[in-house]
């Protein structure tokens, strides 16, 4: 029960847990439609545009049922506001995304993207890309029908995203994969399954976010068989509470067995640095730090891709409260009584316990973790027979990480 019990706490259980749904989505504006010809106006600029091409979008609800697409570098697509010019994708019949881009010096903002059979925008290995105050969002709430991302930058380079929002992706709200130098700053993710997700990236900063009814709050995660493996990520000055929404992801994708409950997720990335966050009432637990010999993929082939265990990970200085009083599903209840008794909770971090065999001294992850109301190590590599609740060897210091410097220009 305890294996089956860490399985889904550690994030990729074959099975999502349940939970009951947590409050309810409310859709954030009513905009008056705009000129219809306009819709085929923005269409044919898109296809049309040359660098140095500054495309406005007048205040309005424009409709359109297929993608739109942008191939051309040095293009920003400006609107009025994100609650003023909408680009609604609400019965869509063709594309995948609403908004697709394979360009650099690529810049969007002040404008809203709705209702998307995929994802909402994807920016597809472009260099200097801004998404700034752009809002993301399916209008009918959490659902497994809605598209996977909102905001999906993709083997990209210096990615600034700021003051966005996502809501209602059924897989991340906010995802930077396979991408290098990213800034996602004074952003609002909420009602998504994962709420701000960085996956596979080198060189992150994440800061001044806030991440609220979500599954998990945000996640910072290496999987096998990508591009790259990611690292060197700064997680802090953060909101990110009441991640309690359940888990609405698409059966068979590893976002679908994210318990809900789940504040800040570590996944088998190396150098992750996470302070100065408020994380609170998270009802899993606040800060999950796992291995991918916890998420159902065979060992061989974890071996073979990539580094799985999660090492040198800092975390200190934040403001935790509340949160694993109410684990998702049975096991982790179970797994919660067992450790901490009918009236305890699981502790602010909860670790697989996988060590990388071959660091010194033996198998040291370095995980340095601070201000926290106590550590599970739940004892992966045993078959889960004996989580230790010892903090001692947690007590220690790492080197901070540098600032990330978005190169423009």
């Not at 976002?255 to 809900?260: E, G, L, N, Q």
Request: with cysteine; proline share 6%.
């Amino acid at each position: 029960m305890i294996r089956s019990a860490l399985a889904c706490a550690l994030v990729f259980a074959l099975a999502a847990c349940g939970r009951d749904a947590g409050p309810q989505h409310v859709p954030t504006a009513q905009v008056a439609a705009g000129d219809p010809a306009f819709a085929d106006t923005l269409r044919t600029r898109l296809l049309d545009a040359k660098s140095g091409d500054v495309i406005e979008v007048p205040p309005g609800r424009y409709s359109f049922d297929r993608s739109l697409s942008l191939r051309v570098d040095g293009v920003t697509i400006r609107g009025a506001g994100p609650d003023k010019s909408v680009l609604s994708f609400k019965g869509q019949k063709a594309g995948a995304e609403g908004l697709l881009v394979n360009a650099s010096d690529f810049t969007i903002e002040n404008i809203a993207i709705e209702d998307s059979k995929g994802d909402g925008l994807k920016v597809n290995e472009g260099e200097r890309i801004t998404i700034r105050n752009v809002r993301v969002e399916w209008t009918g709430g959490p659902s497994t029908k809605n598209g996977a991302y909102g905001l999906y930058p993709v083997k990209t380079r210096n990615v600034l995203i700021e003051n966005a929002v996502a809501i209602g992706a059924s897989d991340a709200g906010i995802y930077v994969g396979q991408s290098r130098d990213v800034i996602v700053r004074n952003s609002r993710a909420e009602f998504n399954v994962a709420g701000i997700e960085i996956e596979n990236t080198v060189n992150a900063d994440v800061y001044g976010n806030t991440a609220t009814n979500n599954t998990g709050g945000i996640l910072v995660f290496n999987m096998p068989a990508l591009s790259q493996q990611g690292g060197a990520i700064r997680v802090y000055k953060n909101k990110v509470y009441k991640n309690n929404t359940a888990n609405f992801g698409a059966k068979g994708t590893p976002v679908a067995s994210v318990p809900a409950g789940s504040g800040v997720v570590v996944n088998s990335n190396d150098d992750v640095e996470i302070f100065d966050n408020d994380i609170s009432d998270n009802a899993t637990t606040n800060i999950i730090i796992s291995s991918v010999y916890s998420t159902g993929y065979k060992d061989e082939q974890a071996a073979q891709d990539f580094d799985p265990y999660p090492e040198r990970i800092y975390v200190y200085g934040n403001r935790l409260s509340g949160g694993g009083d109410a684990p998702d599903g049975l096991d982790l209840k179970a797994l919660k009584v067992a450790s901490y008794g009918l009236g305890g909770r699981l502790p602010d971090v909860l670790w697989d316990g996988y060590r990388n065999p071959k660091a010194p001294p033996p198998g040291d992850p370095q995980l340095c973790l601070h201000d926290v109301s106590g550590v599970l190590n739940a004892d992966g590599p045993g078959g889960y027979k004996n989580p230790s609740k010892d903090t001692a060897a947690y007590a220690c210091t790492l080197p901070k990480l540098p600032a990330i410097d978005l190169k423009r220009g």
